[in-house]
């Protein structure tokens, strides 16, 4: 996943990540059957990581805002080391990764509306607020990347702009 980050999907590549690890390429092959079973496992690890494992951390929390207002901190905090996600977005078209990133994306958007949902807004605004949360959220990640310093003083504002209570 370093490498992943450092140079994107291209730096997921036996030989050099062999050698960086001290490790021939013999073991490195023991364990994945070429490059392309290797990128597939570091993107599942990172689904599981920077999805399930975020999902379990949130679920520990008790009403939809409080999950809410943990996930947002969680992954805008995340989101300053967001370079693995940008990477893989970076990379959408590539056969391994896209349907990896559509199928955390359709997790994240639909455990999102369910948290919407929660605080009162109707399912289908639920939605929309979800897919407008988990934009943001992109754009968070990629603007931290770039621009920290302008986006960092507004993180919390973000956040209370999109847990605002539906009515409910």
């Not at 990764?97 to 639920?126: C, H, M, N, S, W």
């Not at 507004?154 to 009515?167: K, N, P, R, Y």
């Amino acid at each position: 996943m370093t490498a992943l980050a450092e140079g994107g999907v291209a730096a997921v590549a036996i030989e050099p990540l062999a050698a960086r690890a001290g490790a021939t390429k013999g073991s490195v092959y023991h364990h994945f059957a070429n490059r392309d079973a290797l990128l597939q496992a570091t993107v599942e690890r990172w689904e599981r990581q920077h999805t399930e494992a975020v999902i379990e951390l949130v679920e520990a929390e008790g009403s939809p805002s409080d999950k809410l207002r943990t996930l947002f901190a969680t992954v805008l905090d995340r989101s300053r080391k967001g370079s693995v996600e940008l990477a893989l977005h970076n990379a959408a078209d590539d056969p391994i990764i896209a349907p990896v990133l559509k199928r955390v994306a359709e997790r994240r958007i639909g455990y999102l509306t369910d948290l919407f949902a929660g605080l009162g807004f109707e399912r289908d605004q639920a939605h929309r607020r979800a897919v407008l949360a988990y934009s943001v959220y992109l754009g968070q990640a990629q603007m931290m990347a770039t621009l920290p310093d302008l986006v960092e003083p507004i993180l919390g504002e973000v956040v209370q702009a999109l847990t605002q209570s539906g009515g409910g």
